[in-house]
């Protein structure tokens, strides 16, 4: 590695420990060379843009190996001599060609750095680099949570595999651009096993070749659609598949598809059964569902489940809620199936450029959840369900991450129920459900199959309110604590201010005087609320707002 290129690396990698260190929540965060790597767009990483993937793989059961080739197509966008991959270190490339000839790479911690022929100027043509490489890639230690391959069996002793990778990358597995901000446009992905057993991966099975060895199948599955790097995944089994349809509200209909366990048949059948009535809802609330041309799919994993583009991982045992507990005892639904599937309208559909903006897929997501119940069940289950949702809401870091260094470490699941219920304060403080619901479908129609971020979604929500939303996210977002409503005795009246780390923080907020629900106009300056009740008489109405109330001299 060239030394000059090394040492612009390391500084770089001081510019974003300092500029950590300036927000005072993540001051006692040290990312590594690694993390700036993986997290930012430097040059090499901002001089193409992929539109396709065809992803060519043997897997070796018994090895826990992997072997194969990545054809990657691009667009060159800038200037350049060397574009940047991703490909963890445990794994082995054999070499890169493009047009016949092998190009030279370097390899620093997990990105590759691929130096081409000649140097590459913007244009509208397609090239095609082909990297073969192989490995025993990493295995999950607690998939979803940490990333890997899950080599498991089931219960009749059988091979079964899955594989989870989100935050840790999907070049833990195959050689990418591993960045959210560049989605291929379509991708092929080709796998070989033993003929035993069945691949089920995203999009649609192309098709099903037995080889002239007799003893391997190859499975060519294709995604039509752009699709984030992580969602590209494979169930490896005894699978059996069964399907049925789903009647869009328009009369077309949508091809559903689910890959199970043999001996589950039965069971699955019957538990995706709520497959429909949810994406009705999602239709209802948002419109149809994104990913029309490749079906929706569930496929039975080894581990709890994942947000899988068009073949949603699915591992929650057939039971209710998350296996068995989570949500109001009373209510009968599948936690994973609804919270997945969830995000393929805010995760897969409208994505973000990066992990630390991840409260756009989660907080969406969980507060679809809610949506869902009330779609079903009428607004009060709804609001039950949400305030079961409390209990997890930590107010112990921002939502919001730094940005740049492959940041994955909230330290709580604050942006997917906090975040949730950051929303449904802001529906009851808009206090207007036709305007809010028809926010959220605006915004997702506006910007669905595409990437946004944090900005993009407060300014859009803002235009349409016709109020600035800024201060609000800013106070749920980029701080810890929610906003507190201070009240205090003034004489013989009562009066409320807001307490925030945010200026211009003028929103309403309903409360209760006694059992008197009463809608209060607050901002920073003390103001009137009544005469004739105490301080004490006065709650927050905690079924619609995530604030806190606070009493001072």
């Given amino acids: 590695m060239n030394r000059v290129f090394l040492l612009c690396f390391l500084l770089t990698l001081l510019c974003t420990s300092v500029r950590a ?61 060397r574009l940047q991959v991703d490909l963890f270190r445990n794994m082995q490339i054999d070499s890169i060609t493009k ?58 002793d059988r091979t079964w595999v899955g594989i989870a990778c989100e935050g840790d990358g999907a070049s833990l597995w195959w050689p990418n651009k591993d960045h959210l901000g560049d989605e291929p446009d379509s991708m092929l992905v080709s796998v070989t096993v033993p003929k035993r057993l069945f691949v089920a991966s995203n999009g649609n099975l192309r098709e099903e070749v037995e080889l002239d060895n007799n003893y391997q199948k190859r499975y060519d599955w294709f995604v039509s659609y752009p699709i984030n790097n992580y969602n590209i995944s494979l169930g490896i089994g005894s699978y059996v598949h069964f399907d049925s349809t789903y009647v869009a509200f328009d009369g077309e209909e949508l091809a559903l598809d689910y890959y199970v366990l043999d001996y589950n048949l039965e069971r699955a059948r019957k538990q995706f059964e709520q497959v429909p009535p949810m994406l009705a809802a999602y239709e209802h609330y948002f419109g149809k569902y994104p990913f029309w041309n490749d079906g929706y799919a569930l496929i039975e994993t080894p581990f709890l489940g994942m947000e899988h583009q068009s073949g949603i991982a699915y591992g929650n045992r057939y039971m209710r809620g998350y296996l068995g507990g989570l949500i109001p005892a009373d209510m009968d639904w599948d936690f994973i199936i609804i919270h997945e599937s969830g995000h393929e309208y805010f995760g897969n559909s409208i994505s973000v450029a990066d992990h630390a903006e991840m409260w756009i897929h989660e907080a969406f997501t969980t507060y679809m959840e809610a949506l869902y119940v009330e779609y079903l069940h009428g607004e009060a289950d709804a609001r039950r369900y949400l305030k079961s949702q409390l209990a997890f809401i930590k107010n112990e870091s921002p939502m919001l991450g730094p940005l740049g260094v492959n940041f994955d470490d909230f330290g709580s699941s604050d942006h997917y129920y906090k975040g949730s219920w950051m929303l449904h304060t802001l529906r009851h403080m808009i206090n207007d459900d036709p305007v809010f619901f028809g926010m959220l479908r605006s915004f997702y129609q506006d910007h669905k199959r595409s990437i946004v971020s944090t900005e993009q979604v407060v300014d859009y929500f803002s235009n349409f309110a016709e109020k600035d939303l800024h201060p609000f996210f800013e106070q749920y977002l980029r701080h810890p604590d929610v906003p507190v409503l201070e009240l205090r005795q003034n004489g013989s009246s009562v009066e409320y201010r807001w307490r925030v780390q945010t200026l211009n923080f003028n929103y309403p907020v309903g409360v209760l005087i006694g059992k008197e629900p009463v809608r209060l106009d607050a901002t920073a300056d003390w103001q009137v609320m009544g005469k004739g009740f105490s301080p004490k008489e006065v709650s927050i109405d905690r079924s619609r707002f995530l604030v806190d109330i606070e009493l001072t001299e």
Avoid at 50 to 61: G, N, Q, S
Wanted: net charge negative; charged share 25%.
């Fill in 21 to 81: 260190q300036q927000t005072d929540y993540f001051a006692d965060h040290s990312f590594t060379l690694a993390d700036t790597l993986r997290g930012a767009l430097r040059p090499e990483r901002n001089s193409f843009d992929v539109t396709y993937y065809e992803l060519h793989l043997e897997v070796d059961i018994n090895d826990r190996a992997i072997e194969g080739r990545v054809d990657m197509d691009y667009k060159i966008t800038a200037p350049t001599k």
């Fill in 99 to 156: 047009d016949g000839r092998h190009l030279a790479y370097d390899r620093l911690e997990d990105a590759v750095f691929i130096q081409l022929p000649r140097l590459a100027n913007p244009n509208d043509n397609i090239h095609r680099i082909s990297i073969y490489y192989g490995g025993q890639p990493t295995a999950a230690r607690n998939a979803p949570w940490d990333g890997g391959f899950v080599w498991s069996l089931d219960q009749k």
